[in-house]
């Protein structure tokens, strides 16, 4: 057992969520003749509102968190790791509602 508390900042139900993308970022050059459409497919990221917090078990007995988060379209929340998600900042949040 760890004798150190995790560092990780949490989410709470009301905060504003992107969605955090590892994957096929570097996968693809300008070269690419459908750069545009795949490039968006990557770089586009849902952005949404945390509804509830879920806390999961694994195997081990140890604690999974997980959010349901109600994306801006759709109309029903669904569940991710809190690891995939990001809050957003303020700022971001405001020039979002402004456009």
């Not at 995790?6 to 993308?21: A, S």
């Not at 096929?24 to 545009?36: G, L």
């Not at 917090?53 to 029903?76: C, P, Q, T």
Request: charged residues 35%; glycine residues 4%; proline residues 2%.
């Amino acid at each position: 057992m760890s004798l150190h508390k995790r560092n990780t900042k949490k989410l709470v139900v009301g905060d504003r969520v992107i969605e955090e993308k590892h994957f096929a970022d570097h996968c693809i050059s300008h070269e690419h003749p459908d750069f545009k459409k795949v490039a968006k497919f990557v770089r586009n990221r849902r952005i949404g509102e945390v509804v509830e917090i879920v806390v999961k078990r694994d195997s081990r007995g140890h604690a999974i968190n997980y959010a349901m988060v109600l994306w801006d379209e759709f109309k029903s929340p669904r569940q991710h790791h809190v690891m995939r998600l990001r809050k957003l900042s303020d700022e971001i949040v405001k020039e979002q509602a402004a456009s």
